[in-house]
């Protein structure tokens, strides 16, 4: 799943931004209750590396990808893994794309 959101902010404002709200993004995706655990988020430059654990009663899955930000984009990618079987790209792309235009607001 890949999402590219553009803004009018400057850039070290939006990766302080994302940084601050990283968890945030990726809360209620999908219509099935599922809890994001962020096991490892780290910065380099302009680019947030990320492995995310999904769970869902006892069902877990990782989820890895990257945030990329530049001077007007901000770019999420993100392989959703056995996710993907309960909730469509589509889907979380509509709605993690709306929780970063909010976080761009």
Same mark, same amino acid.
């Given at each position: 799943?890949?999402? *590219?959101?553009?803004?009018?902010?400057?850039?070290?404002?939006?990766?302080?931004? &994302?940084?601050?709200?990283?968890?945030?993004? @990726?809360?209620? =995706? !999908?219509?099935?209750? &599922?809890?994001?655990? =962020?096991?490892?988020?780290?910065?380099? !430059?302009?680019?947030? *590396?990320?492995?995310?654990?999904?769970?869902? !009663?006892? @069902?877990?899955?990782?989820?890895? !990808?990257?945030?990329? =930000?530049?001077?007007?984009? &901000?770019? &999420?990618?993100?392989?959703?893994?056995?996710?993907?079987?309960?909730?469509?790209?589509?889907?979380?792309?509509?709605?993690?794309?709306?929780?970063?235009?909010? #976080? #761009?607001?």
């Amino acid at each position: 799943m890949r999402i *590219t959101i553009s803004h009018k902010r400057s850039k070290a404002e939006v990766i302080e931004t &994302v940084d601050r709200s990283f968890d945030k993004m @990726f809360q209620g =995706v !999908g219509v099935l209750p &599922v809890q994001f655990i =962020v096991d490892q988020k780290s910065w380099q !430059g302009s680019i947030c *590396t990320f492995a995310l654990t999904a769970k869902m !009663g006892t @069902f877990t899955t990782p989820i890895k !990808g990257f945030v990329e =930000v530049t001077d007007t984009d &901000v770019t &999420v990618d993100a392989d959703l893994g056995i996710l993907n079987r309960f909730i469509s790209d589509e889907t979380a792309r509509e709605t993690i794309g709306k929780r970063v235009k909010g #976080l #761009l607001t």
